[in-house]
């Protein structure tokens, strides 16, 4: 048992050292959401309090999860980017970042065209011990409030489909998809960004289910 456990961890450390220094891919899909779609509904939100940084004095203190990006937030709300952050007990425990003319990401390669009227939100951040408190459903909340106090018409995001459950928060709230997939590679430390279209539903990728031995 002792020796199946060990040879487990190994093979777990070597599929992470492959993925992070040699080759790892991953699909995404752009998900939208128009004005008459939005189902934000209601939720009572206590111990939670919310904040918009429209620049990098007005970021709120970081929770000891969030604290790390603290420079990057800085860097995004110098660039012009909407921080939305989700607190509890004065800190930041969440976080959602929004930009409302075209945005480029030059370590990922990527490049969305933002017309009038639209947002285009990423980096959806939520502390792991907030995850199961409902914190992320709260903090769509927000988003979409403030969304809709901007006057925006349509908002899109890029959802990885192995991230089920930001996926089904997003469907929750009225998001659908809309024909683009966004393929990421990453070949030793190089990062490459392939968009197509394609039609129908892809949805989340669901884990195959193991048979069990008898």
């Known amino acids: 048992m002792a020796e199946a456990s060990l040879t487990s961890r190994w093979r777990a450390r070597l599929r992470k050292a492959w993925g992070d220094h ?33 620049n990098a004095d007005a970021l709120p203190p970081l929770g000891t999860w969030l604290s790390p990006r603290a420079r990057a937030f800085a860097d995004m709300c110098r660039a012009g980017k909407l921080g939305l952050f989700v607190l509890r007990d004065g800190q930041a425990v969440g976080c959602a970042w929004l930009a ?77 998809e809309c024909g683009v997939r966004v393929r990421h590679i990453h070949l030793f430390h190089q990062r490459w960004t392939r968009v197509s279209h394609y039609e129908g539903m892809l949805g989340f990728k669901r884990i195959p289910r193991v048979a069990s031995g008898s």
Do not use: K
């Not at 939208?32 to 918009?52: K, M, N, Y």
């Not at 991230?163 to 469907?171: E, G, K, L, M, P």
């Open 100 to 176: 409302l003319s075209d945005h480029r990401d030059a370590h990922s390669r990527e490049f969305y065209r933002i017309a009038p009227g639209e947002a285009y939100h990423y980096c959806w951040l939520v502390e792991p011990a907030e995850r199961s408190r409902g914190t992320a459903l709260h903090l769509c909340r927000y988003v979409l409030r403030m969304l809709g106090e901007l006057g925006i018409e349509r908002q899109f995001g890029i959802i990885d489909r192995d991230n089920r459950a930001s996926y089904q928060v997003q469907r929750h709230f009225g998001y659908r």
């Open 22 to 54: 040699v080759y790892r891919s991953s699909e995404s899909v752009m998900l939208e959401c128009r004005r008459a779609w939005v189902r934000a509904g209601t939720g009572v939100s206590d111990g939670l309090t919310f904040v918009t940084a429209r």
